[in-house]
Nanobody, 124 residues
Framework: QVQLVESGGGLVQAGGSLRLSCAAS????????MGWFRQAPGKEREFVAA????????YYADSVKGRFTISRDNAKNTVYLQMNSLKPEDTAVYYC?????????????????WGQGTQVTVSS
């Protein structure tokens, strides 16, 4: 069992930056690939970024590539999402998720555990 708690969301102007954190409980955090997803009002949940258990592989949605960076610190049981050059269309609730399988995935249904989400609002 893995419990995930996101933090770091907030209100920021377009062009600004935020860093989201996702703290995980449990001693097996380092065996899970981790992902970030987001859901805007009235829209379906979408993939943002993923990172392998070791941090050696990362994968990004085209919409955030070059602006967002996913990283992890297994000693701290934490995964991060550094978001730069934010745009109003990045406004959403951001969720972190844990995937117990090998590799990185953009498919939400392949993730086993989810956090409660943190709101990110980007004003124009």
């Amino acid at each position: 069992q893995v419990q995930l708690v996101e933090s770091g969301g907030g209100l920021v102007q377009a062009g600004g930056s935020l860093r989201l954190s996702c703290a995980a409980s449990g001693r097996t955090f380092s065996s899970y690939a981790m992902g970030w997803f987001r859901q805007a009002p009235g829209k379906e949940r979408e993939f943002v970024a993923a990172i392998s258990w070791s941090g050696g592989s990362t994968y990004y949605a085209d919409s955030v590539k070059g602006r967002f960076t996913i990283s992890r610190d297994n000693a701290k049981n934490t995964v991060y999402l550094q978001m730069n050059s934010l745009k109003p269309e990045d406004t959403a609730v951001y969720y972190c998720a844990a995937d117990g399988r090998v590799g990185v995935s953009a498919k939400g249904y392949e993730y086993d555990y989810w956090g409660q989400g943190t709101q990110v609002t980007v004003s124009s």
